[in-house]
């Protein structure tokens, strides 16, 4: 299929008109456009443009606050708790995150608990700042029922991703986004549209019965976690830290049936950051990049984070690239 290829900042530019025309506060769509243009910048295809259709059906259901304002609560010395208002969870994030950087420095370690929230982009975007300012990142959310638990008969976990950041001296921050299912919900949606098949032990049909067909998957079916019950015992925990934690709801709390259309899953989000300097000092980065040059040396040809990082050097000398198909989709979203 033919390719584009556009400017970040025309990108940016481009959502937010995009997220604004379809109901959502300047604020908000600023936010959610930088987010979701960053994906795609990146080469995370499943949580980029992809997205927006989505997006736009969920705000037209009328399940999510387009122009919510986030509010935010001074709990304790190390936690920040933020109520997003049935609202996006990235505002809810960008509203607490001085406070949050605040109580990290000032304490060594910080919480923020996001609840009443609507996560529908990747992970790594909420952590890789802070890496990059020299702190220690960590961020789970849980999301829909789409993850059956190891041993289980039907969907109860949400896809559940744990993301990870620490600075790394002489390069970028190390950073993974992965999620606790078998593959990402987003690429079993690409992978029934593209007529790709799954690979095995990746999820179940309607009737509990292994199948490598996304649609099936998708239709009544269901994920498997990633690597049997030691997938599912970090899904548990992301259920408990990002939704009990957090006031959210679990995975299969929440009831969207009276909102058609509705695609974001209305959960909770925890991050945790941590100051190195309180433990290691100011060596961490370098000890970090000790870590990383082992595991070349053992042989690790990919680290966390490379492609994304080759990816956004491409599109910043290239432009962002993109379906030509999905740029005029686009651009006809605004006209």
């Known amino acids: ?110 919480l923020m608990a996001i609840r009443n929230s609507h996560h529908f982009a990747a992970l790594w975007p909420d952590v890789e700042p802070f890496a990059s300012e020299g702190l220690v990142a960590l961020a789970m959310v849980n999301s829909m029922a789409c993850v059956v638990p190891a041993g289980g008969r039907k969907p109860l976990f949400g896809t559940n991703p744990i993301s990870f950041a620490a600075p790394r001296a002489g390069h970028e921050p190390l950073v993974f986004d992965l999620a606790t299912s078998a593959i990402a919900h987003g690429d079993v949606q690409i992978a029934a549209k593209e007529g790709k098949k799954l690979p095995e032990g990746y ?48 995975s299969f709390e929440f009831d969207w049936s009276g909102h058609p259309g509705a695609k974001t899953p209305w959960t909770g989000e925890l991050l945790i950051v941590i100051d190195p300097a309180c433990g290691a ?4 980065a370098e000890r970090t990049e000790t870590l990383v040059q082992a595991m070349s040396d ?22 962002v690239a993109l379906k030509e198909d999905d740029l005029t989709y686009l651009r006809g979203l605004v006209d």
């Open 203 to 250: 999820g179940v049909d309607a009737d509990g019965n292994p199948t490598c067909d996304p649609e099936k998957v998708l239709n009544g079916g269901a994920l498997l976690p990633f690597g049997g019950y030691k997938g599912s015992a970090l899904s548990m925990m992301v259920e408990l830290m990002a939704a009990a934690l957090t006031g959210g709801n679990f």
């Open 281 to 284: 000092g100011s060596d961490f």
């Open 298 to 319: 053992a042989g690790q040809q990919r680290q966390p984070g490379d492609r994304r990082y080759r990816q956004r050097a491409e599109a910043q000398r290239l432009g």
């Open 1 to 110: 299929m033919p390719e584009a290829r556009l400017p970040f900042d025309q990108l940016v530019s481009l959502l937010t008109s995009i997220f604004r025309k379809h109901g959502t506060s300047d604020a908000v769509a600023a936010v959610l456009a930088h987010n979701c243009a960053s994906a795609q910048r990146d080469g995370s295809d499943s949580h980029g443009v992809f997205r927006i259709p989505g997006y736009l059906s969920t705000l037209a259901s009328g399940w999510v606050d387009g122009h919510a304002r986030p509010e935010v609560e001074d709990r304790a010395p190390g936690f920040v708790a933020v109520d997003a208002g049935n609202g996006f969870a990235q505002p809810a994030l960008e509203a607490g995150r001085e406070l949050l950087l605040d109580k990290a420095r000032h304490n060594g370690i910080a």
